[in-house]
């Protein structure tokens, strides 16, 4: 399984800025900083802000060698369709447990602009299930606070008849979205993927194929519950959870 864990700060003009990670209530925060409690596999990254000129990921095992660099990157406060990541799916970067992970970030804006970093930690990979995949509708109304996981409360298009579903992927849009992810039943990690401004954009090839794996499994009777992270306040959402029938209950 894999989660998306998120980084936001205000910055500046100075180089390397150390950007604060998101309250999580998965992973542990220490100096503002992500600390893992056990050896994960970083999946893909993406940066981003408006003149951003360059994002790294630092910590002190990565250092003995260099700093890994996030490219590409996104110059733009919001994810664009199709957006730049750094995908690391066919040959996870390692992470060791027990050590600060900073995101470090350089730009030009004039005054300050919302930089956001978003990294795909994973335990282990899990393939998808093969089957009929159905994009299921949903919508919420629930406001979101920005640069912080808000738990939406949403309401699907059709109710699912009976039975276990596999989720396989996500979409969410809404004016100023960032990102998006799931709490799962039963399930510690919080999976998910980019957001956007516009149902019409789509994400790159390698989420759309779900390399990074299945997302998690529900019960009929026991849905998932996305959170969001926007730039802004927004109050109208729109996504799509796609899903395979796995089982029965």
Do not use: C
Not at 16 to 27: E, M, Q
Not at 57 to 73: D, E, N, T
Not at 125 to 143: E, H, K
């Amino acid at each position: 399984m894999f989660h998306l864990a998120a980084y936001a700060a205000a910055i500046g003009s100075t180089a390397d800025t150390d950007v604060t990670a998101v309250v999580d209530d998965i992973l542990t925060i220490q100096n503002s900083h992500f600390v893992l409690s056990q050896e994960m596999m970083l999946l893909s990254a993406m940066a981003m802000s408006a003149t951003l000129t360059r994002a790294k990921i630092a910590s002190p095992s990565m250092r003995q060698i260099a700093s890994p660099f996030i490219r590409p990157i996104v110059i733009a406060a919001i994810p664009p369709a199709n957006p730049n990541m750094a995908l690391f799916d066919y040959s996870p970067f390692r992470i060791p447990p027990f050590e600060e992970i900073q995101v470090q970030a350089s730009a030009a804006p004039a005054m300050t602009e919302p930089f956001a970093a978003l990294l795909w930690l994973a335990s282990g990979l899990d393939t998808a299930p093969r089957g009929n995949i159905i994009p299921l509708r949903f919508t919420s109304t629930t406001a979101a606070v920005a640069n912080t996981w808000t738990t939406l409360t949403i309401t699907f298009a059709d109710t699912l008849p009976s039975g276990v579903y596999t989720m396989v992927l996500s979409e969410m849009s809404s004016t100023n979205a960032r990102a998006h992810r799931w709490i799962v039943p039963n399930q510690l990690y919080r999976p998910g993927y980019p957001s956007y401004a516009s149902v019409g954009s789509r994400h790159p090839y390698a989420i759309s194929k779900s390399q990074f794996g299945m997302m998690g499994s529900f019960r009929s009777n026991d849905l998932p519950r996305p959170q969001v992270l926007a730039n802004g306040a927004d109050a109208t959402h729109e996504g799509y959870l796609w899903v395979v029938r796995t089982g029965n209950l």
